[in-house]
């Protein structure tokens, strides 16, 4: 169109922090990524179960990918700057300044990861109070949520953290905070992961009842009490010293923000798929999941009306997508489950080796070679004899039981590449079969879902992919853009600028279709076994434990 290259364009730069990495994004108006860049963070295990970050160190990361992504271009034509992070929690104290979660006393590691699962007797006593405000968790709190964390550091760390703490932040508002100065809290993170009510706000007799009366006492002031939608503008903007940190103006727009995976889901729901031939065209978004596939899974659904999905946490209203209810259902490791069984294996080294031989990544030497030993039938039919149940961290839905453990059954004396990658396959598979029984699940308490919108690190990954098809018998849609959190983040930013009306109307124009996988209809027999022995498994590790615990 003649004339439109000289039309001042708008940017939007998305921050996103996953488990493993912060990446940031210059993204335009119509939700292109013009220049990207990550930067790994660290991660500390002090002990087995305890997960540790640095909110310094992740600042810094942020700063750092910012700065490469506004490179060589005019930042004036910035308008709005979006952060997402994971629902990690960060400790400051009074005066803002970090301190420790360990008994290290070290100050530097000063957040208790998502993953972090050192509050399991913490959350067995809150799961006992029953209190209403467990409905809308599924029924049972998880471990990972911020409510048996905060009791933990009163019980074990009372005067070297409890006593000395002035503010409990999740990741994503600790990063707007930093950017504004601004302490207001996103809605998503204190209804997802604090018990908040989007209508009725703090519950008092739930903190009360659980030990924390403490929050009351002092007004909600060290969590949050003052909320704002996702993608609110957040005071003046981006002060001048976050400006210089970042390589950004000062003064521009800061959103409210989102945990990551609900950023994913931003990015991807709400894109046009007319054309395409899928069964959601035309349909409402509620037919849509969005399931983003990192270090973690999460599996988010939307509703009209509050749905109570047993193991499944929600229903949030406008938790992501503002007037909509959300249910979240998840998997605890499932990018982390697929490296831990591929870098235990004996095989790995001879992998590494063969794979960097080819300059390719370990899983694309992977997927080629189990095409190669494939024979004449489909790649999916080479774990006939191995199954895999997946919950090596616990399940988070929908059996909502920290207490679960991976299985693996039809191990043989092989130690060799074949072995490995057919184990990677049955790995890939079990989560995928995951996925099928919480989206089971869920259409069981009312929704109903068609078609499957898939981001996140695995979802890079075409056997991953192809086997959520295969497996859920639904089609996957994959976004144009594959760092499609980060386009979720860029559209939080564009609706704080105040460029686009409402955050659907962001979706719609920011979000759209890369390419779709169907499922392999003809598979689907060998995969409805397989099933029956995956939920199998589940009821036999269930058998075990009773037996041990027996007399
Ligand atoms: N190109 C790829 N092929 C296969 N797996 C990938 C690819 N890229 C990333 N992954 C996997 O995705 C997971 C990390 O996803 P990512 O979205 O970066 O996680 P997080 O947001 O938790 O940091 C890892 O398990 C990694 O192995
Ligand atoms: O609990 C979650 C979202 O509610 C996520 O699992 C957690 O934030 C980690 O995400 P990721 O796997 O992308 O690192």
Known sequence: MPGRDREPRSYYVGVDVGTGSVRAALVDQRGILLAFADQPINQWEPQFNHHEQSSEDIWAACCVVTKQVVQGIDVNQIRGLGFD???????????????????????????????????????????????????????????????????????????????????????????????????????????????????????????????LEDFVADNYSKIGNQVLPPGASLGHGLTPEAAKDLGL???????????????????????????????????????????????????????????????????????????????????????????????????????????????QSIYAYLNSHLDLIKKARPVGFLTVDLHVWPDFHGNRSPLADLTLKGMVTGLKLSQDLDDLAILYLATVQAIAFGTRLIIEAMEAAGHSISTLFLCGGLSKNPLFVQMHADITGMPVVLSQEVESVLVGAAILGACASGDFASVQEAMARMSKV??????????????????????????HQKEYAAIMKGD
Not at 114 to 134: C, F, G, M, P
Not at 147 to 155: F, G, I, R, S
Not at 327 to 343: A, F, P, R, W
Request: proline residues 5%.
């Open 85 to 211: 992070a994971t629902c990690s929690l960060v400790v400051l104290d009074k005066q803002f300044r970090p301190l420790p979660v360990n008994h290290e006393g070290d100050p530097h590691r000063n957040i208790i990861m998502w993953l972090d699962h050192r509050a399991v007797s913490q959350v067995h006593r809150i799961n006992e109070t029953k209190h209403s405000v467990l409905q809308c968790v599924g029924g049972v709190m998880s471990v990972e949520m911020q409510a048996p964390k905060l009791l933990w550091l009163k019980e074990n760390m009372r005067e070297t953290c409890w006593d000395k703490a002035g503010h409990f932040f999740d990741l994503p508002d600790f990063l707007s905070w930093k950017a504004t100065g601004v302490s207001a809290r996103s809605l998503c993170s204190l209804v997802c992961k604090w018990t908040y009510s989007a209508e009725k706000g703090w519950d008092d007799s739930f903190w009360k009842m659980i030990g």
């Open 249 to 359: 103006p000062a003064g521009i727009a800061v959103a409210a923000s989102l945990i990551d995976a609900h950023a994913g889901g931003l990015g991807v729901i709400g894109a046009d798929v007319r054309g395409y031939g899928l069964a959601c065209e035309g349909q409402p978004v509620t037919s849509r999941l969005a399931v983003i596939c990192g270090t973690s899974s999460c599996h988010m659904g939307i509703s009209k009306d509050p749905i109570f999905v047993p193991g499944v946490w929600g229903p949030y209203f406008s938790a992501m997508v503002p007037g909509f209810w959300l249910n979240e259902g998840g998997q605890s490791v499932t990018g982390k489950l697929i490296d831990h069984m591929v870098q235990g294996h004996a095989a790995f080294p001879e992998l590494q080796a063969k794979a960097t031989a080819r300059c």
């Open 514 to 539: 890369g390419k779709v996988v169907l499922p392999r209809l003809e598979d689907k027999r060998y995969y409805d076994k397989k099933y029956q022995v995956f939920l199998k498994l589940v009821e």
